[in-house]
């Protein structure tokens, strides 16, 4: 009989989406003359369809598959050049240098932040804010490694800063936040390098959606913040920034200044042991995908993406101007998909799910479903149509 890895005993249920649609569901069943109008804008995937300059190219990269002149087999794990280039143009033009060697494309920041434990050894502490994006919590709990919490409150805007009475190993940070909103400043994320760099540790930081920043002294990337290649690896993706998330395709970039100092005082660099795990269990991103995702970072395909961010952005401004009419307390929305605002009447957030929708036919996300600290809070997703974000919340300023 194999011996299991039975750390996956300590992970919890993701119960989170399939209560709510439990929830959704028996309340349809029980006032159907209501179901047609529940709006949901609790999701966190896209709604727009995807750019014409990715749908041209997924096409043409299609075709170019059935002549053998241009046929593609397996292609570089670390991703095509023409691709790695063309992230590090985007950094640069951010004001970011990469180098394109630095760059791992893959298919999935879910994937990559998961993928990325396999390289830290099990008896690392591991610094991961509450509330959070689950993968982190549940992918270390998996590896059993030992995780200790950072809180997210109202205080400090759900943007924990270092405590240095802390001694960890590795620190998850995620700016624009999921489910927060909230976004690091640039000095907050220098205290972050800072920490990391006293006490030898590593950020793993996860900027999904830094395509949603908008003001501009915020950093969409904790590169922005000198030394942070010595001390950071980043993740990002397409999946909010061009509507991949059924298409995939991510991006990771692993430095090539990090490198720790084993046991036995050899050199090891963090970067090319990605490659090598890369290289040993990925054969790589579909031709076609990075083809399609090339694109994206051309001045044409950045522009479509940005029309279809600031539709969303526009859906997060009609909820954020109801919750400030209201005074409810929030954060998130201008430089993020998501809102997340502190339950009204002290409700807890189940509570406030189901009184939402009862009284408005509402459907979002509990925060406790991202952790302790979330358990009074609640999340809204801008990813709705314009329509319904605006009847929803109508419907919510009736309410309160
Ligand atoms: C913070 C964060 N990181 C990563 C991901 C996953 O991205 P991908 O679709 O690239 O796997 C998500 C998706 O919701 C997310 O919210």
Same mark, same amino acid.
């Given at each position: 009989m194999p011996r299991l890895n =039975? %750390?996956?005993? %300590?992970v919890k249920d993701s119960y989170l989406f399939a209560e709510i649609a439990r929830r959704v569901k028996v309340y349809e069943e029980e006032h159907p003359d209501k179901s047609a109008n529940v709006i949901r804008l609790g999701i966190g995937d896209v709604t727009r369809p995807l750019t014409k300059s990715v749908i041209n190219a997924l096409h043409e990269a299609v075709d170019s598959q059935a002549v053998s002149e241009t046929f593609k087999g397996y292609g570089p794990e670390q991703g095509y050049d023409f691709v790695r280039n063309a992230i590090a143009a985007y950094y640069a033009k951010n004001g970011v240098e990469v180098d394109p060697d630095a760059v791992f494309i893959s298919d999935g920041a879910k994937s990559d932040t998961g993928n990325i !434990?396999?390289? #830290? *050894?099990?008896?690392n502490t591991i610094l991961i804010p509450d509330? +959070?994006?689950?993968v982190y919590v549940d992918t270390n709990t998996m590896d059993g490694k030992n995780i200790i919490y950072m809180n997210g409150t109202e205080e400090n805007n759900f943007l924990p800063m270092p405590d240095d009475s802390v001694k960890a190993d590795i620190i998850y940070l995620c &700016?624009? %936040? %999921?489910? !927060? @909103?909230a976004c690091y400043t640039k000095d907050q994320l220098k205290a972050w390098v800072d920490y990391a760099k006293k006490n030898e540790a590593v950020i793993l930081y996860d &900027? *999904?959606? =830094? *395509? #949603?920043? &908008?003001?501009? /002294?915020?950093?969409? &990337?904790?590169? *922005? +913040? /000198? @030394?942070a290649k010595e001390c950071a690896i980043e993740f990002c993706s397409l999946s909010k920034t061009a509507g991949f998330t059924g298409t995939r395709f991510s991006y990771t970039v692993v430095p090539k200044e990090l490198v720790f100092t084993s046991s036995n005082g050899t050199k090891m660099s963090v970067h090319d042991m990605w490659n090598r795990r890369q290289s040993t269990k990925f054969n790589g991103t579909p031709y076609i995908i990075q083809y399609a995702a090339a694109?994206?970072?051309t001045d044409e395909g950045m522009a479509e993406c940005m029309e279809n961010i600031s539709y969303y952005k526009e859906n997060a401004r009609l909820i954020a101007d109801v919750l400030s009419k209201k005074g409810i307390w929030f954060t998130g929305g201008v430089n993020s998909p998501y809102i997340w605002f502190k339950c009204p009447n002290d409700m807890e957030s189940w509570e406030f799910f189901d009184y939402l929708l009862e009284n408005a036919q509402v459907v979002g996300t509990p925060g406790a479903g991202f952790g302790e600290n979330g358990k009074n809070y609640f999340r809204l997703t801008a990813f709705g149509s314009h329509e319904k974000t605006k009847e929803a919340m109508e419907r919510f300023d009736r309410l309160f």
């Amino acid at each position: 009989m194999p011996r299991l890895n =039975e %750390n996956y005993l %300590n992970v919890k249920d993701s119960y989170l989406f399939a209560e709510i649609a439990r929830r959704v569901k028996v309340y349809e069943e029980e006032h159907p003359d209501k179901s047609a109008n529940v709006i949901r804008l609790g999701i966190g995937d896209v709604t727009r369809p995807l750019t014409k300059s990715v749908i041209n190219a997924l096409h043409e990269a299609v075709d170019s598959q059935a002549v053998s002149e241009t046929f593609k087999g397996y292609g570089p794990e670390q991703g095509y050049d023409f691709v790695r280039n063309a992230i590090a143009a985007y950094y640069a033009k951010n004001g970011v240098e990469v180098d394109p060697d630095a760059v791992f494309i893959s298919d999935g920041a879910k994937s990559d932040t998961g993928n990325i !434990t396999e390289l #830290f *050894a099990k008896d690392n502490t591991i610094l991961i804010p509450d509330p +959070v994006y689950p993968v982190y919590v549940d992918t270390n709990t998996m590896d059993g490694k030992n995780i200790i919490y950072m809180n997210g409150t109202e205080e400090n805007n759900f943007l924990p800063m270092p405590d240095d009475s802390v001694k960890a190993d590795i620190i998850y940070l995620c &700016s624009p %936040n %999921n489910p !927060t @909103g909230a976004c690091y400043t640039k000095d907050q994320l220098k205290a972050w390098v800072d920490y990391a760099k006293k006490n030898e540790a590593v950020i793993l930081y996860d &900027s *999904a959606y =830094e *395509a #949603f920043i &908008s003001e501009p /002294e915020l950093p969409r &990337s904790i590169y *922005a +913040v /000198e @030394g942070a290649k010595e001390c950071a690896i980043e993740f990002c993706s397409l999946s909010k920034t061009a509507g991949f998330t059924g298409t995939r395709f991510s991006y990771t970039v692993v430095p090539k200044e990090l490198v720790f100092t084993s046991s036995n005082g050899t050199k090891m660099s963090v970067h090319d042991m990605w490659n090598r795990r890369q290289s040993t269990k990925f054969n790589g991103t579909p031709y076609i995908i990075q083809y399609a995702a090339a694109k994206v970072f051309t001045d044409e395909g950045m522009a479509e993406c940005m029309e279809n961010i600031s539709y969303y952005k526009e859906n997060a401004r009609l909820i954020a101007d109801v919750l400030s009419k209201k005074g409810i307390w929030f954060t998130g929305g201008v430089n993020s998909p998501y809102i997340w605002f502190k339950c009204p009447n002290d409700m807890e957030s189940w509570e406030f799910f189901d009184y939402l929708l009862e009284n408005a036919q509402v459907v979002g996300t509990p925060g406790a479903g991202f952790g302790e600290n979330g358990k009074n809070y609640f999340r809204l997703t801008a990813f709705g149509s314009h329509e319904k974000t605006k009847e929803a919340m109508e419907r919510f300023d009736r309410l309160f």
